[in-house]
C-alpha cells in the first residue's frame, strides 16, 4: 500500500508541471479598463489660410505658426480583443502666431473626444484605428487680445501602436488628426503623441 501511495505521488509530481505548474501564455488583448498618459506635439493645418486673409489685407506681411507641445490622458474599457472605447483629453500649449517673425499672439487650445479603438492586431505588437467625436475649444493669448475663447465638435481621425512590455504596461504611439467644426472650423491639427498605457 505504502509503495503504491508513492509511486501514484511519484506520477503526479511528473505529470503536475505539464499542467498545474505551467504559466499560462500572457493575453494581451485580454478584457478590462486601462489609463494612457502621453506626451503630445500638434501640428497647425491653418498657417496658410492665416496668410491668405492678411494678404487680402496687407502686402509684405509673412505670417507663421509653430507647432505645439502639450500632453493627453485617455482612459477606457477594452470590450472585445479587437474593439475598445476611451475618452480622450488632449491639451495643446500654444500654437505661437508670429509676423515677419515676431511673435504676436498664442493660441491655445484643448479636445476632448470619445473613440472607439479597432484593434488590427492582438499579440504584443497591436496597431489600432482610432475614430472619435468630441468638443475642441480654442482660445487666444496676447498682442492686448481679451478672448474667452470659442468651443464647438471636433472630429478624431488616425491610428496608433500599443506595444506591450508586460500585460499590464505597454508603450503607446498614435498620429491624430483633429477636424473641428462650427465656430473652430479653421484651426485643423496633426497630433502626435508618445506614452505609457496601464492595464487593470
Same mark, same amino acid.
Given at each position: ?49 492665416? !496668410? ?21 490622458? /485617455? ?6 480583443? /479587437? ?33 472607439? /479603438? ?7 505588437? !497591436? ?28 472630429? /478624431? ?10 500585460? !499590464? ?32
Amino acid at each position: 500500500m505504502k509503495r503504491a501511495a508513492v509511486g501514484t505521488v511519484a506520477l503526479l509530481a511528473l505529470a503536475w508541471p505539464a499542467t498545474g505548474w505551467a504559466e499560462a501564455e500572457p493575453d494581451y488583448s485580454r478584457s478590462g479598463f486601462y489609463l494612457g498618459l502621453a506626451g503630445h506635439y500638434a501640428i497647425d493645418n491653418y498657417e496658410d489660410e492665416l !496668410q491668405d486673409e492678411v494678404d487680402s489685407v496687407v502686402s509684405g506681411v509673412d505670417v507663421s505658426v509653430d507647432g505645439s507641445g502639450g500632453l493627453g490622458v /485617455r482612459a477606457g474599457y477594452r470590450v472585445w480583443k /479587437r474593439f475598445a472605447t476611451e475618452l480622450q483629453w488632449e491639451w495643446q500649449e500654444g500654437f505661437d502666431i508670429a509676423a515677419n517673425d515676431v511673435d504676436l499672439i498664442t493660441l491655445e487650445a484643448w479636445a476632448l473626444t470619445a473613440n472607439s /479603438r479597432i484593434y488590427l492586431g492582438t499579440e504584443r505588437l !497591436q496597431p489600432n484605428v482610432i475614430v472619435g467625436l468630441g468638443v475642441y475649444h480654442a482660445e487666444l493669448d496676447g498682442g492686448g487680445i481679451e478672448d474667452d475663447g470659442e468651443t464647438d465638435l471636433v472630429v /478624431r481621425l488616425g491610428g496608433g501602436i500599443d506595444l506591450y512590455a508586460t500585460e !499590464q504596461i505597454a508603450l503607446s504611439f498614435e498620429a491624430t488628426y483633429l477636424l473641428p467644426k462650427g465656430d473652430v472650423d479653421d484651426l485643423d491639427t496633426a497630433s502626435f503623441g508618445l506614452g505609457v498605457q496601464f492595464r487593470f
